[in-house]
């Protein structure tokens, strides 16, 4: 399952209300930047300024899932 919420605040300010709840119900934010945009690196999301709250969780399932690859173990040096 996914959630996206999209928001966009007022004049940036990222403490308003309806911006605050979104953030808590996804668990993420993805910060759009401009100048990333302007110069055409596209999606312009800002990496520094965006995060995950599922992160965490998810990176044990994607190990579990890649040492279950072919190959996988010998690509991590095990």
């Given at each position: 399952m996914?959630?996206?919420?999209?928001?966009?605040?007022?004049?940036?300010?990222?403490?308003?209300?309806?911006?605050?709840?979104?953030?808590r119900y996804t668990r993420s934010f993805w910060t759009l930047d401009v100048k990333r945009a302007q110069a055409r690196l596209f999606p312009a999301v800002h990496p520094l300024q965006s995060y995950s709250e599922d992160s965490l969780d998810l990176a044990a399932w994607w190990q579990?899932?890649?040492?279950?690859?072919p190959g996988g173990r010998a690509r991590r040096g095990q």
């Open positions: 996914t959630i996206l919420g999209s928001v966009s605040p007022p004049s940036g300010d990222f403490s308003e209300p309806v911006t605050s709840h979104t953030k579990r899932v890649y040492a279950a690859l």
